[in-house]
């Protein structure tokens, strides 16, 4: 037939009925490996010794200062900081507070039974404490949890309140030393200051004296008196300036005028109240004038004496508005003066500064030195009082105990239930984690895609375990189901032509099943109606004639010898189409007697009288007479043992039929347990679970008695497994 094509699909890749698959073939391993793990987790949690656990709480806050609040400063809140609890963690575990706890719970007398009844040093004792004590944090609060652990439960809360107790004094006393030894830091330094201090001012009074200073000398600055009045002529400057800008200004614009432009702008730039008196009565006379000459004519005398007032008024608003601008520029040269004043007094004070600080330079640097030590020195002597009255005042420590450890009443360790509940999860996970890995060292076949993956041919049946004697189990036997598919598959399948009439059963290693496969494929056969031959070729380990019930003094071997003509060695059966021709008599060398002329005489013979010829063969890879039977028959059929031999092995069983010439046509997947591997159901399931419910039917109505007849019959044809028996 044509070879399957080898392909990689589904290769790496397991569906999960796959994975089902395998927990149920490896279930034996499985439970051994729970039930060891889960047994031994429960043993040795009822052999630990029991141990309570005690439990104390403490609220910790990093040290501050109460002197701030008292003295009105404010202080702003306190920067979150993510060590600073991982932090008191180690001081709570640090080998002062340990110590104290070690000396006031008397460990190094109590844990003395751990050294044989001697007692323990502090070292060891605080080593021992450190590994029985946990210290964790209250979910996400400034809370500390201190959990002792010791065999007698009055141990552990005396563990437990002494160790919060210990670390609340630790803190006391740490943060008292500190400022203590702050406050003495602090006056050392205040006391050098005060020295430096007398001394620069006795030189600062030497210096004042021989130059002459006056003491209204500020410290900031080298004089108080000169820059103010720098600073005020300067201002005076400015100001003059700007008046001196705008009426400069203002006269040169209105000299740019002339007098008519000058009576209407004038007022409006320069007021004059003069002025403003006369150009109001010019306008009225101009208006008397411009009424009476509608009614009188320009000889009028009263029109004439109109027009003299008139030309009188505006000289008088001419001759007004020349003073106004002679006024004013007597005002701006006033104005310039004045800058130029201010400018010269500028100058000089100025230039008098600078003399003062040339002078008294080493006097005003010497000042300013001793009031900046004098500041320093006050700010020293203001934080050793805070410090001091901080000391002095009483005040919350900065550890509280919130919980103190009460008695407990039930160990802590072991936990038997999460114990046992681990052994039991564990067990499972490392039985089903063995199964896989010893799966996956499996290089054994295991499914029909392993062997046509290795093989390159095509699956012709699935034969399930405990397979025996077809002759046995009756034409009604759910194992003869399988052989059936195994026969149609070969004939439709396998077989190239009707001529191909010659078989062979062959496998790769002893007790893989192959002689009994054959034995029941010829029943099946015979069952048919077919005139079937079975020749057991097997000259090695015979045992075809087990089945048969027969002797196997004379057989193949004397027929090839010529010692008897060959209707001698032909055997009948219960089954009237069905014959045996056993091994004989093993010769000394069976190969010079398959590889003759008569045996393939034999074969020819043979396949001109039955139609269907079956010949066993030994184990292909234990010696070359498999080989040699492969060569002369029509086609062969390679039995694969379900996870027995390496697929290295099987593949190495096919090259050898091949390299001989011989046919093979399929392979047959042997010892399947259907009930465990759901992979195989859908092969001969179906059939099984009809055949046993019909068959529970027919033997609750009634006692076939021909049948049991019959089994009593061929009962004496059971034999055992491969090559020694029929079922495996």
């Known amino acids: 037939m044509d070879k399957i094509p080898s392909t990689d699909q589904s290769s790496d890749k397991l569906h999960i009925l796959d994975y089902w698959r395998i927990i149920r073939v490896r279930l034996v391993t499985i439970l051994l490996v729970f039930l060891l793990t889960a047994v031994t987790t429960t043993v040795v949690t009822f052999l630990i010794p029991p141990t309570y656990m005690s439990l104390s709480r403490i609220s910790i806050e990093k040290d501050t200062s109460d002197i701030a609040p008292l003295l009105g400063m404010q202080s702003g809140p306190a920067a979150f900081d993510p060590y600073f609890i991982q932090t008191e963690f180690e001081k709570i575990q640090s080998q002062k507070v340990l110590a104290k706890v070690v000396a006031k719970c008397e460990l190094t007398e109590e844990w003395s039974r751990i050294n044989g009844g001697k007692p323990l040093n502090e070292i060891e004792a605080r080593k021992i404490l450190k590994k029985a004590i946990d210290i964790r944090q209250f979910r996400n609060t400034s809370i500390i949890e201190l959990r002792a652990y010791d065999r007698e439960p009055l141990m552990a809360q ?35 200051y005060n020295v430096d201090i007398a001394a620069m001012q006795a030189d600062v009074d030497k210096l004042r004296v021989d130059l002459g200073i006056s003491d209204a000398a500020g410290e900031e600055s080298y004089s108080i008196i000169e820059p103010e009045i720098v600073r005020r002529y300067e201002s005076g400057l400015i100001d003059a300036r700007g008046v001196y800008t705008s009426m400069s200004t203002l006269l040169n614009g ?41 009614d009188l004519g320009e000889e009028h005398p009263r029109i004439k004496g109109l027009k003299k007032v008139v030309a009188t008024l505006e000289q008088q608003i001419d001759d007004r508005i020349q003073g106004v601008l002679a006024g004013l520029e007597l005002k701006v040269s006033s104005a310039f003066a004045q800058v130029e004043q201010l400018q010269r007094d500028v100058t000089d004070a100025k230039k008098r500064e600078s003399d003062m600080r040339e002078t008294g330079r080493e006097y005003f640097d010497a000042k300013r030195e001793l009031s900046n030590i004098t500041r320093i020195r006050d700010t020293i002597l203001f934080r050793i009082m805070q410090e001091q009255v901080d000391l002095a005042l009483p005040k919350d420590s900065t550890v509280e105990i919130t919980d103190v450890a009460d008695m407990p009443l039930k160990a802590v360790r072991p936990n038997i239930p999460l114990n046992i ?53 009756g034409d009604e036997s759910p194992h003869a189901e399988a052989y059936r598919v195994l026969r149609t598959n070969i004939l439709f399948a396998g077989r190239k032509d009707e001529s191909q009439t010659t078989f062979s059963v062959v496998s790769g290693g002893a007790g893989e099943g192959k002689t009994t496969t054959m034995f029941n494929l010829a029943v099946v056969f015979a069952q048919m109606g077919d005139r079937i031959l079975i020749v057991d070729s097997d000259l090695r380990r015979p045992s075809m004639h087990r089945y048969m019930n027969v002797s196997n003094n004379i057989g193949l071997t004397n027929y090839l010898l010529g010692q008897v003509t060959i209707d001698k060695v032909i055997q009948t059966t219960n089954i009237p189409s069905l014959h045996f021709i056993p091994s004989g008599k093993l010769p000394s060398s069976s190969m010079g007697i398959l590889s003759s002329a008569k045996m393939k005489e034999f074969v020819a013979e043979m396949k001109s009288r039955y139609d269907y010829v079956f010949l066993d063969a030994p184990p292909i890879m234990g010696v070359s007479d498999a080989s040699v039977l492969a060569s ?22 096919k090259e050898m039929v091949t390299k001989v010439g011989g046919e093979l046509v399929g392979v047959v997947l042997n010892n399947i347990n259907i009930s465990q591997d759901s992979y195989y159901y859908y092969y001969s399931g179906y059939y099984y679970d009809n055949y046993y419910k019909s068959r529970e039917n027919e033997e609750s109505a009634t006692d076939d008695a021909s049948s049991t007849k019959k089994t009593k019959l061929l009962a004496s044809a059971k034999t055992g497994g491969e090559d020694e028996k029929p079922k495996y």
């Open 254 to 294: 209105l000299k740019l005028q002339s007098l008519e432009e000058l009576r209407d702008s004038i007022s409006t730039a320069y007021p004059d109240g003069q002025l403003d008196v006369l150009i109001r009565e010019l306008y009225t006379g101009q208006q008397t004038l411009a009424n009476s000459s509608i």
């Open 632 to 653: 002369m028959v029509d086609m062969c059929v390679l039995v694969v043992q379900y996870r027995k031999y390496p697929q290295m092995m099987t593949q190495r069983a």
């Open 421 to 473: 509940t681990l052994g039991v999860v564990v067990g499972l996970i490392l039985g089903v984690g063995l199964a896989f890995f010893i799966e996956y060292l499996d290089t054994s076949v295991k499914t029909i895609d392993d062997v046509e993956r290795a093989l390159g041919a095509a699956v012709l049946g699935v034969i399930p375990q405990n397979v025996g004697s077809l002759l046995d189990e």
């Open 158 to 192: 005396k563990i437990a309140n002494a160790l919060a107790e210990e670390y609340q004094s630790h803190r006391t006393d740490a943060q008292k030393t500190r400022v203590e030894l702050g406050i003495k830091a602090l006056t050392g330094k205040m006391d050098k």
